[in-house]
Every structure is written in structure tokens, then in C-alpha cells.
């Protein structure tokens, strides 16, 4: 404690500059100036004081070496910090108000996919497949029908999307958008 209030005695004359830990090799280096208001001379443990001025020193692509070392050893993802740093940011926005109500993104590319079909009406949904589907042959839209459920059309727009669901349902086929 005593050398914490030593230390601060020391700094407060500084007017905004900290000390720097140099080793014997580097007596000559000199203190690195703290950005005014970023709170750099709060309360902060000495060991944790050796670490930044250690980081400060880094280069670039040491500096995310050094990230990468850390994400791996402490098994951080992005998508944690990408959540980590949501909430925050909006509270240091000013606390400004969230959207009351936030509108979903309507979809315009589906996914039409056949799950099932009557078996009665497989020759005419073999037919349609056939014509819908780009490069079919017969035996091969009847392989297709045959292993269902298949995605018919990926990324198709909403409305040919809907168009394919309505003709194979009048078939007898059971299709879903995703």
C-alpha cells in the first residue's frame, strides 16, 4: 500500500505522464506519454502496469501474434466477443433508446425442397421434376423423386419459389420453403 501511494506521489507532478518499468539494458528508454482522460493512471496493479508497457512495446503483427496466443490459450471465439461488445456498445451510446420494434428481414431466396410424395402421382411429379430442374433426365428425376426429401431449387426467389411449391402441392407432393 505504501508503495502504491508512493508511486502516485510521484506521478501526480508528472501532469498526465506515467512511469515506466525499464529494465538494466534500457535505462535510456523514455516514459510513454497517457492520452488525457482515458483513466490510464487509475488503480491498476503493478504487474498489470509491467504488462502493458510490455505490449505497448510490440510491434503490429507481434501485438496480434500475441492476440491470436491469447484467443487459443483462453478458448475465446469471435462470436463471443461479437456478443461481448453488443450490449456495450449500445450503453455507450449515450443510452440512447432502443427501436421499439424492430422489423424482421423479410427472405426473398428460399430454399424449395420436396419432402414427399402421393404414390399414385409420382409419374407426373417425376415429369415436373424432370422439367424443372435443369439437366434431368428421366431416370434421373426418378432417382431424385425417389429419395426424397430433396432440395428441388436452392436460392430461388419468393415468388418462383412459391410458384414450384403450388404446382408439385396440386401434384400431390408435399414441398416446404426454407
Excluded at 69 to 93: C, D, H, R, Y
Excluded at 152 to 168: G, H, M, S
Amino acid at each position: 500500500m505504501f508503495r502504491l501511494s508512493l508511486i502516485r506521489s510521484i506521478a501526480r507532478p508528472l501532469g498526465g505522464r506515467r512511469l515506466v518499468h525499464v529494465s538494466a539494458a534500457r535505462r535510456s528508454a523514455e516514459p510513454i506519454a497517457t492520452p488525457e482522460g482515458s483513466g490510464a493512471a487509475a488503480d491498476i496493479s503493478p504487474k498489470v502496469g509491467v504488462i502493458v508497457d510490455k505490449v505497448a512495446e510490440l510491434t503490429l503483427l507481434e501485438t496480434s501474434q500475441l492476440v491470436e496466443a491469447l484467443k487459443t490459450k483462453f478458448n475465446i471465439t469471435e462470436a463471443v466477443q461479437v456478443a461481448a461488445s453488443g450490449p456495450a456498445s449500445g450503453a455507450a451510446g449515450g443510452g440512447a433508446a432502443a427501436p421499439a420494434e424492430e422489423k424482421p428481414v423479410e427472405k426473398t431466396e428460399f430454399k424449395v425442397k420436396l419432402e414427399k410424395i402421393d404414390p399414385a402421382q409420382k409419374a407426373k411429379v417425376i415429369r415436373e421434376i424432370k422439367n424443372l430442374v435443369p439437366d434431368m433426365n428421366l431416370v434421373a428425376a426418378k432417382k431424385f423423386v425417389e429419395g426424397v426429401p430433396k432440395v428441388i431449387k436452392d436460392a430461388a426467389p419468393k415468388d418462383e419459389a412459391e410458384k414450384i411449391k403450388k404446382l408439385l402441392e396440386t401434384l400431390g407432393a408435399t414441398v416446404v420453403l426454407e
